[in-house]
């Protein structure tokens, strides 16, 4: 479904020396796993035997009754489905055996790889016998994801999935250890690390293997089991291969290209997303510790940026314009974190609010009430006057309220701080979030230009979150910023009505999160129409109809190839996400066509 994949990785509850018990077990496991959609079966080091059995590996009976083991579950294996089985493998002739795995595929196909992991007083894999299994990079399919058995992260050339199996000894921090090298493997190479350990239930002759599964996607655990178990288990995880190969294009990682070998039929798709994180805000960490480390280091990566640039462009002023909306508030609280970092003080924040005629007190209020906590130098212009001369001038008829009304007021605030920070020495910090910026929510030459874009990769729901750590930082700050983040959102241009906004920007182009989800998976990974569309669906089950979600979809599509004059001019800002439409990072010629994406 939608190209989605869906991987199991078995554990089962082993009992090293009893093959026909492990042989049985094995097969009812990878049924059950089948029959629930799963595709590609990872099965553990030595699954077949147990990894424990010592001496044992060496006695022909043992030998024997493996392969006779993995013949038998590769005849019982479903079809259209492919397993990875850990055994024992003494080739005809040799002495030496081997900690090899059968890739079981197509009712009796069976490959032997050769595992780059083993205990060397038992196993011996330094050997290249023609016409015997031998050591490869990687298994690919013939629909073309491929995967290999490498022994570290660190080895070239990595497969679509990279499956790591080999005993180890459970102590204490050894879950956390493993879940970061699966993370730090997938994220180094862009692509799925599955990690099963075998069964702690095994043997407790001294060091116990951990029972663990660790599923990480391109940086992220996908799934994830307790350190010990002695009970069979299955874990699962719907993969996207196709959003993770558009990754990779993108940021020109290499995946393995020879010493391959070809395998099995076309592996059918997930039946469901059931075992598939599809979130509602996939680029914000679910876990409160970590969110409270990303918008820590996201706070302190826009505050260096910005002292980075203050020292390199010998300016002595930040210059902001204050409208008590969410994203200027971010900005102010930025710029006095950059004051901290440059040993400034708060008064070289020179923090303007500009009333116009659709300015709320309430919002101007929590603008000055909070530059003045920070201790910013304020000032107060109103544009009114300016503005009504304006339409004098060209002839506009102040009545008819269009993109000229609109659009004069955001020019006429530009110029004021940019003629400001001349006076001053300083530099315009604009405001402009990743979310308009998207969608050229903006006015060309008004509000779309500054002179650093502070906040041109942080996404408008990512926002009230940045905050809210803010406020538990700055308890003085708390009341307002929690009000900001209640006030709704509005570029307040048009006449306010009863201290109310004359619009609300979420009214007009619907909600920022479904905006923010087309965002992430149309350029983060990929995805095309009818897959955004379906997967919002999903994720936003309950909350948003598909009608409101395709509505959505043609306003975001139709404004975001429209709108690239508007990013193709902007000024440079700093990263601070993964997803980045900044010139230099998104490259896409303003007269493109959009009619494939529609």
């Not at 906040?455 to 900001?484: F, G, R």
């Amino acid at each position: 479904m939608y190209g989605y994949y869906r991987i199991a990785a078995i554990t089962p509850a082993v009992v090293p020396g009893d093959v026909e018990y492990n042989c049985a077990e094995i097969i009812r496991l990878c049924k059950e796993a089948a029959a629930n959609g799963a595709v590609m079966l990872f099965l553990p080091h030595l699954a077949v035997t147990g990894s424990s059995c010592g001496e044992l590996f060496f006695h022909p009976e043992l030998q024997k009754s493996a392969l006779e083991a993995v013949d038998k579950i590769a005849n019982e294996l479903p079809e259209k489905c492919v397993a990875v089985i850990g055994s024992p493998y003494s080739p005809q002739g040799l002495d030496q055996v081997r900690d090899m795995f059968a890739v079981a595929a197509n009712r009796g196909e069976v490959t032997w790889v050769s595992h780059r992991d083993f205990d060397k007083r038992f196993f011996s894999n330094d050997w290249s016998s023609e016409g015997e299994p031998g050591g490869v990079k990687a298994v690919k399919f013939s629909y073309g994801m491929s995967f290999s058995l490498p022994y570290t992260p660190s080895l070239p050339d990595p497969a679509e999935i990279d499956f790591y199996s080999c005993r180890a000894n459970a102590l204490p921090g050894t879950l956390e250890e493993l879940k970061q090298m699966a993370v730090c493997a997938s994220r180094n190479a862009g692509n799925v690390v599955v990690l099963n350990t075998g069964n702690a239930g095994e043997s407790t002759a001294g060091n116990i293997t951990p029972s663990c599964v660790v599923i990480a996607v391109d940086g992220e655990i996908a799934a994830s089991t307790p350190l010990l178990s002695d009970e069979s288990m299955i874990t699962y995880a719907d993969i996207d291969p196709a959003s993770l190969k558009y990754r990779r294009q993108r940021n020109g990682k290499v995946l393995a290209d020879d010493d391959v070998i070809l395998l099995g039929s076309s592996l059918p798709e997930s039946p469901d997303l059931k075992y598939a994180k599809i979130l509602q805000h996939p680029y914000l960490p679910e876990d409160e510790k970590q969110l409270a480390n990303f918008c820590r280091e996201t706070l302190e990566i826009q505050s260096f940026a910005l002292a980075h640039r203050m020292k390199k462009a010998y300016a002595k002023k930040m210059v902001l314009g204050i409208s008590g909306g969410l994203d200027s508030t971010l900005a102010l609280v930025v710029l006095a974190r950059c004051c901290e970092v440059l040993g400034w003080e708060k008064s070289n924040i020179v923090a303007v609010t500009m009333p116009g005629f659709g300015t709320t007190g309430r919002t101007k209020n929590n603008a000055l009430e909070l530059a003045k906590i920070i201790g910013a130098e304020i000032r107060e212009i109103s544009i009114s006057d300016a503005c009504i001369q304006h339409f004098k001038d060209i002839g506009h008829d102040p009545q008819l309220r269009n993109a000229v009304y609109e659009n004069t007021q955001a020019r006429e605030r530009t110029q004021i701080l940019m003629d400001i920070a001349n006076a001053e020495n300083g530099l315009v910090i604009g405001t402009g979030d990743l979310s308009e910026i998207s969608m050229g929510w903006c006015t060309y030459n008004g509000d779309q230009m500054s002179m650093y874009s502070l906040n041109s990769t942080i996404m408008k729901t990512v926002i009230p979150e940045l905050l809210k750590y803010e406020a538990q930082c700055h308890p003085e700050m708390a009341e307002i910023l929690l009000d900001v983040i209640a006030t709704p959102v509005s570029p307040e241009l048009l006449p306010a009505e009863d201290n109310a906004p004359g619009h609300k920007t979420e009214e007009i182009l619907g909600a920022y999160e479904i905006h923010d989800f087309f965002i992430w998976h149309f350029c983060y990974n990929g995805a095309g129409k009818e897959k955004v569309i379906s997967l919002a669906e999903i994720a936003f089950k309950g909350k948003y109809d598909r009608a409101e979600i395709e509505r959505c979809y043609g306003i975001f599509s139709r404004r975001f190839f429209s709108q690239q004059f508007k990013r193709s001019a902007s000024p440079e800002g700093v990263n601070a996400n993964a997803v980045s439409l900044n010139p230099g990072e998104w490259r896409m010629p303003s007269d493109v066509s959009g009619v494939l994406f529609k």
